[in-house]
C-alpha cells in the first residue's frame, strides 16, 4: 500500500518552519540558523540539509536541477531528484540555465547562474571554527564576537606544515565582512563564484540542524594572510578530453589498465552541453 | 612614589554562593576560613586592593585556597568579578573600570595589554597545534595577517626563550614541562604586552628547570621593562623574583611591603608562620 503524500513530502508545518529560518539565513547573511532538522527518508549526512530546503521552498512551475559533485547522474542526485519528483510532480532537468532550483552536492555550476535561480548546496559541516573548539556554545560566542583567529590559525598552520594553505575544499570565507562561513566542501575554484552571485546561494546541514545562505550580490571573500594570496586550483595545460574546454575544474582520470592521466569535465551537464553545440555546427557545416 | 601605577585593583571581590544573612554583612563575616557554613558560599576573593607600577614585579603569596588564583582569572578575566574595579593605564582605557567593558574590549586588553601564563601549560597552549602556531595565535588575534612576519617574531621569541628553531613546527605536546612553559611565556610575550601575569610559573618543574625559567622572567623584566603579577606558594620563587610582595589568606590581603621586609620582619601570624615554614 502506497500512502498518498503531501505536496513535497513536508506538511506544511514544517516547511513554514524552515522557510521561517531561510527568511532569517537571508536577513543575516552567513549567520548559521539552527532548525528544526526532520527526519527524512534517506540518511543524515546524504544530504538531507539540502533536500529540506529544496522541499520547503520548490513549488510547482519550479524546474529542478540535482548534482553530485558535478554530476547529474550519479546515484544520490538521482535519488534525491526522484524523490522530489514523486511528491511534488516538479519538472526535472539537467540543463544548468533551465532550473530554477539548483540542489548540488559540492559543486556550483560552470555556467554562470541568474538571478531567477537558487542554488541549494549540501553541508556536512557548517561550523568554519570546529577545528579550533569543539564546544558549539562557546563557537557561537565566537561568531557573536567576530574572534576568527581560529580559523586564521588553522590555515597559518597549514602554511607551516605545507608551506601553503592546504584546504582543498571549504576553505573559509568572510561573509558580508562579518561572519565567517563554511562554503560546504566546493572546491577553491568554486569559491569566487560566491562573490556577488545574481542567484540565491541557501545552504542546509540536516544533521548538524542549520541553515545559512548568502544573498544575492553579497561580497564574499576567502580568507587570506597579505603574503599568502587566496588561489584556486590551477588546470594550466589541462582541457577536457571529451570536449576541450579550459578554464573550468576539471577532474583527473587515471586509466587502470595503462596508467594514463586524462582531464574531464567535473560538471558534466556542461561538458554535454559543449559536445552538443560542437556537434550542432558540425551538422550545420557539413550540409553547408 | 611619585610614579604612577599601570595597573590598579580596588575592592576585588569575587565569591561563589549567593551569601545569606550569616555572612553577607561585609565587616563582621561569620565565616570559616573563606566559607560560610549556613549558605556554602565560598569567599574567594574579599576586598582586595592593589596597585601595580611599570616595570615592577609584583609577588602574590598565601596557602592553597588563598584565592590567589581566582584573583589572577579575574584580572585576566577569565572569570567575572563579583564586584571591584580595576584600571589600566592606557590612552585609551584611562579612567575606565576594565571589569564593566564589554567582552569584546576585554578580549582585545587580553590581546594586546596582558599576557598570561598558567600554571599548566594545557591552559595557555593549544596542545595539537604548533608552537610557532600558537604564538602566531596571539599574533593573529591582535590583527597581525602577515605570514613571514608572524614567522620572524615567533622565531625570536622561541630563540629567546631557548626552544631549538628546529622543533618550532612541532607541537607543544611533545615537549616537556620546562619547554612547555617556555612556550607559553613566548607567547605570553609575542605582543609585547605591558603587563604579564606569572601563574605558578615553576611549580612541577624540577630544580635546574625552575631556575632557568626564573632566570628567563628575570631576564625578560630587565630587558623589556614589563610589569609582572608573579603568583606563588614558593617564597624561594618569590624572593628572588619580586620587588614587593602581598601575602593572602582566606581570600584577604593580610600583609604588603618590599619582598625582604615581609620576609625578614614579617609582622602577621600568618605570615610569620609562612616564612618560619621554609625548609
Sequence with gaps: ?288 | MHEKPILQVRNLRKQFGTGCKDCSELMNRNLEKNFCKSCGTVYACQDISFDLYPGEILGIVGESGSGKSTMMQCLYFDADVTSGEAYISDSILAGQNVFGLSSQQKRSIRNHVYGMVYQNPVHGLKMNFSSVGNIAEKLIAAGNRNVANMEATSKKLLNNVHIPLHRMKEEPRNFSGGMQQRVQIAKALSNNPPILFLDEVTTGLDLSVQANVLDLIKKIQRDLGISMIVVSHDLGVIRMLADRTIVLLNGKVIEEGLTDQVLEDPQHEYTQQLVYSLL
Design chain 1, 1 to 288: 500500500m502506497k500512502a498518498n503524500t503531501h505536496f513535497a513530502f513536508f506538511d506544511e508545518g514544517s516547511k513554514k518552519e524552515i522557510r521561517r529560518a531561510i527568511m532569517k539565513a537571508v536577513a543575516i547573511p552567513g549567520y548559521q540558523v539552527p532548525f528544526a532538522s526532520r527526519e527524512m527518508p534517506i540518511a543524515r549526512g546524504w544530504g538531507t540539509g539540502g533536500l529540506q530546503l529544496t522541499l520547503s521552498i520548490i513549488g510547482k512551475s519550479d524546474v529542478l536541477k540535482v548534482i553530485d559533485q558535478g554530476a547529474d547522474e550519479s546515484v544520490n542526485a538521482v535519488s534525491i531528484k526522484k524523490l522530489v519528483h514523486e511528491t511534488t510532480n516538479v519538472e526535472l532537468t539537467e540543463e544548468t540555465s533551465e532550473a530554477t532550483i539548483i540542489q548540488s552536492r559540492h559543486r556550483i555550476p560552470e555556467v554562470p547562474l541568474t538571478k531567477d535561480q537558487i542554488i541549494v548546496l549540501q553541508v556536512p559541516t557548517p561550523e568554519p571554527l570546529r577545528g579550533v573548539e569543539e564546544r558549539e556554545f562557546v563557537t557561537k560566542r565566537m561568531h557573536s564576537e567576530d574572534d576568527y583567529s581560529g580559523v586564521w590559525l588553522m590555515l597559518f598552520e597549514q602554511i607551516m606544515k605545507y608551506g601553503r594553505t592546504a584546504t582543498f575544499a571549504d576553505h573559509p570565507v568572510y561573509v558580508n565582512g562579518r561572519y565567517v562561513m563554511a562554503p560546504s566542501p566546493i572546491p577553491r575554484f568554486d569559491n569566487n563564484k560566491m562573490h556577488q552571485s545574481e542567484s540565491l546561494i541557501l545552504l542546509g546541514a540536516g544533521r548538524e540542524k542549520k541553515i545559512y545562505a548568502v544573498p544575492p550580490f553579497t561580497n564574499v571573500e576567502s580568507l587570506a594572510f597579505e603574503d599568502y594570496p587566496f588561489t584556486v586550483e590551477s588546470f594550466e595545460g589541462h582541457k577536457c578530453h571529451l570536449c576541450g574546454s579550459t578554464d573550468i575544474f576539471l577532474d583527473e582520470i587515471i586509466d587502470q589498465q595503462t596508467g594514463e592521466k586524462s582531464h574531464q569535465c567535473n560538471d558534466t551537464s556542461f561538458c554535454m552541453d559543449q559536445l552538443n553545440r560542437k556537434e550542432k555546427v558540425e551538422v550545420q557545416t557539413s550540409y553547408a
